[in-house]
């Protein structure tokens, strides 16, 4: 948008940052680490290298590097993207000053006469704990820096939810999903408190790992807790499946009442004392809590409230979904600090409108215009195998006054899910009326690339028949789509095969034929009185209805229709065919609220 601008990013962590002042973690999200451990105990044999009596501290080691190499990489990459578009980047605490204070107001002074419209002045922040070079070349550490601009765009991301009783002090066995990047040792046993995304990421990777001892501790019950995470429970069920049957222990109704002992970091041979709330002990070499993260906008350090940004009690920055502009002039926010979804997708779409809307010079090309902040979104769980979702399930559907049908296949319905990955399941929702595709639900390999197939097909409208005339290439995953689609068609009262059918009936869609002269146009046909009619009556019987038809389309009525293998079909079956052809216009009631 030929702006110039600046990038100010505290490291995480000191031990984050590389000697050549490369942040580890810069550019990536908060579950950086997870996805890079998750790669990690993909391609690491830990049973090899433990029967080659590899100690756990040298195997750890090598994950580790595994892990550095892969944040390193992303890193690196994000910092050739700022050179390129010319983003400069300067890591140190950034702390938004007020309008009036004497730093901000000095610099609307000092750049007045640069500025197009000084009217709507500036904002800075105060930037400390970073490093600076003089125009010597010499490096002046613990400087502190005003960074001046028209507008301020805050993203301060979350933070981990620390429970009481949970003693995080002793960070070396106990962590949270901040800290966990920083754990040092290959545990021998893992409990985690919580089934959200990230407690259910973590239970997986440790398991696969090699890590035989995994618990996860669920306040309330599985179908609950999942459901909160808008995930269809077939799909749950099968994940909570895998999990089981590769052992790792989902406890029910069960939370830490209180931690008896925890060792001390030179007793690296002892383990954690838990007792639990149905009176039970347990012991673990690491605790991890993941119970939920909250948006970062209550830091003192950041200044925000202080600056006059408007921030709710769980820290959330009141915003305006449009624009993302805060209360505070000329500061905008995104990411997790405005709340929900907290995505990282969700957070650079947010971030990207809100720079659109800073810069619109015409409301033309004014992009917050056509977004909506609350659009639904596709899901990615990077589970092994992988979950992926989009749209609405059965339950939210019918909710919404959708009459539905479920397409559901394995992956071994597919031929690369039969050799390669036969675990997994693919689900369609499936709206009967009309067959068009409201969600889908997936979990197996590649489920978090596959479902934006599905959220193309969901936005887009979809039906099932067109899927059903889409030609898949072989041997991939989307082959599953089809599989689903055909399964979804079985469940419909008049499925593809009835499809050319209709379009030839439908060819006067603004008719509506009462019940009345329906049965009146059938006991006029039926001059036997037997309640049936066969392939010649019911092809007059359209004649004097004014839908004259051919004999094949009569036959295909007629075999698709007779389902007892008389010959004949009954008025009911009749009435249900016109009920489908007729097309009556459809009032506002009828339609179901647009999503």
Known sequence: MGRRAILIDKPKFDAGVLPNGLDLFFGGPTGLFSKALRDSAKNTNVAAMRAQHMDSDVIWKQITNDIVKLASRNAEGQCRTLARYGIDYLQGSAQLLGEDDDKNVNALKKFKNDLDSPENGVRSVSVSNTVLVDKDGNLMEESEVT???TKVLVATGSKSTRLRGIPFEQSHRVFDSDTINLLGYFPRSVTISGLGIIGIEF???FNALGVKDVKILVRGDVESSTKKLGMDMD???????LLRESGVQILERTTIEEFSYVPSP?????YIQMKLTDGSTIESDLFFAATGRFPAGKNEDTGLEAAGVDVADRGMINIDKKSLVTSSKNVYAAGDVIGAPALASTSMEQAQRAVSAMFTESCDDDVAKESNHDDPLSIGVWTIPEMGYYGLT???AEKDGYNVVEGTVSFDQCLRGRVFAPDGILKLVVDSKDGTVLGVHLIGKEA???VHYGMSIVKAKTTIFEMLK???TAVTFHELFKEAALDANSKLDFGVEWQEIFNILQSECDVEFSEEYLREKFDAIDEDGSGELDEDEMRALFDSLGRPVSKRIIANIMRLSDLDGSGTIDYEEF????????????TEEDTPAEK
């Open 448 to 450: 978090a690339e596959l």
């Open 575 to 586: 009435k249900h065919i016109f009920d489908k052809i007729a097309c009556p216009p459809e």
């Open 266 to 270: 030179e007793k690296t041979d002892e």
């Open 470 to 472: 889409t030609v898949y």
């Open 235 to 241: 799909v749950a069920n099968e994940l909570m499946r």
């Open 147 to 149: 960074v001046t601009g």
């Open 203 to 205: 239970a997986n990777i």
């Open 394 to 396: 059965k339950e939210q």
